[in-house]
């Protein structure tokens, strides 16, 4: 039981590359989400879904895709990478009122 | 809105008890939860309590609840170095959390 797994733990990129964070989870969790983390920002939320084929944009979706064609896997897709999209992002899942497990993050840094 | 407020930072010394607030705003949650995250890591879910219950006891860890003032508190006792995080409170349900507090221990 892995619980919830993110790839890659780092990445660089430069500006105006696109490239997906990939989240998959093996837990059959209906809600996933995903978080930025920024220095005195807290976690904010770029989009999240409740099951598969339902996404919703969050907090901060600007510049960011996301799709859930099967319940484990969860991608986030930076569409042209900005200097503002480096950050910490968090996937979490979790099942309806229980609380959610979070993956170990990717370090992003975009120059 | 929905809103998670919580101090930004906190500082004890080590054996002190440490006590965290936040403060919701959705009074229909059936559980409210704390996560602690450890430098260069995710969040760990550390404790919850159900929304009938007005207080939790689990090892170090007391989890208070007042429901009429939408009023979370989480006490850990004899704090040690390894309590050194940031701790954040949410709402079941719910995917907003706050800016956490850093919590210091200090020797």
């Known amino acids: 039981n892995a619980g919830v797994t993110q790839t890659p733990k780092f990445q660089v990129l430069k500006t105006g590359q696109s490239m997906t964070l990939q989240c998959a989870q093996d837990m059959n969790h209906e809600y996933m989400s995903w978080y930025r983390q920024d220095p005195g920002m807290g976690l904010r939320l770029i989009h999240y879904?409740?099951?598969?084929?339902?996404?919703d944009q969050g907090e901060v979706p600007n510049g960011y895709n996301v799709s859930r064609s099967t319940t484990e896997d969860f991608p986030l897709r930076l569409l042209s990478a900005a200097p503002s999209q480096t950050s910490v992002y968090f996937c979490a899942s979790a099942q309806a009122d229980y609380g959610y497990t979070f993956g170990s993050g990717t370090r992003l840094t975009v120059v | 809105g929905e809103d998670v407020e919580q101090s930004l930072f906190l500082s004890v010394r080590e054996g002190d008890s440490s006590v965290i607030n936040c403060t919701y705003t959705d009074s229909s949650s059936t559980y409210l939860y704390w996560y602690k995250q450890e430098p260069g890591a995710g969040l760990q879910l550390l404790t919850y309590?159900?929304?009938?219950?007005d207080m939790k006891q689990d090892q170090r860890l007391t989890v208070l609840l007042n429901k009429k003032d939408k009023h979370l508190s989480l006490r850990i006792a004899d704090t040690q170095t390894g309590d050194s995080a940031i701790y954040f409170c949410?709402?079941?349900?719910?995917?907003?959390f706050g800016q956490g507090t850093e919590l210091s221990v200090k020797p």
């Open positions: 949410a709402e079941a349900g719910k995917l907003i």
């Open positions: 309590i159900f929304s009938n219950m």
């Open positions: 879904s409740v099951g598969a084929g339902i996404t």
